[in-house]
């Protein structure tokens, strides 16, 4: 079973620019879809950005696109997220998630079967 481990949150201000880190233990990285979500407090978890296993195909959200890029090193094991231009709407949790795959292909956003413990960031105007 794959271990997931959030890094990289803070506070910051808006404007700034943060990268988060998933560090992941336990399976090949290169055999998982991985993604980014966030949980903003009193509303759902969305979905943020996802990259394939080759990191050849990412998809992300509208309110992120252009701001946020999402990376992978599979020699690594290590996902990122760099966040860019960072607005307080982006004030949430963000969790790193994989979905376990054999084909190099996003899946739909619920194939999600392994979560971190998730990292704040906090940006204030």
């Known amino acids: 079973q794959v271990q997931l481990a959030e890094s990289g949150g803070g506070l910051v201000q808006a404007g700034d620019s943060l990268r988060l880190s998933c560090t992941v233990s336990g399976r090949t990285l290169s055999a998982y879809n991985m993604g980014w979500f966030r949980q903003a407090p009193g509303k759902e978890r969305e979905f943020v950005a996802a990259i394939s296993p080759s990191g050849k195909s990412t998809d992300y959200a509208d309110s992120v696109?252009?701001?946020?890029?999402?990376?992978?090193d599979n020699a690594k094991?290590?996902?990122?997220?760099?966040?860019?231009?960072?607005k307080r709407e982006d004030t949430a949790v963000y969790y790193c998630a994989a979905d376990r795959t054999l084909v190099d292909r996003l899946p739909p956003k619920n194939s999600y079967d392994?979560?971190?413990q998730g990292t704040q960031v906090t940006v204030s105007s």
């Open 114 to 116: 392994y979560w971190g």
């Open 77 to 86: 094991n290590m996902v990122y997220l760099q966040m860019n231009s960072l």
């Open 65 to 72: 696109k252009g701001r946020f890029t999402i990376s992978r």
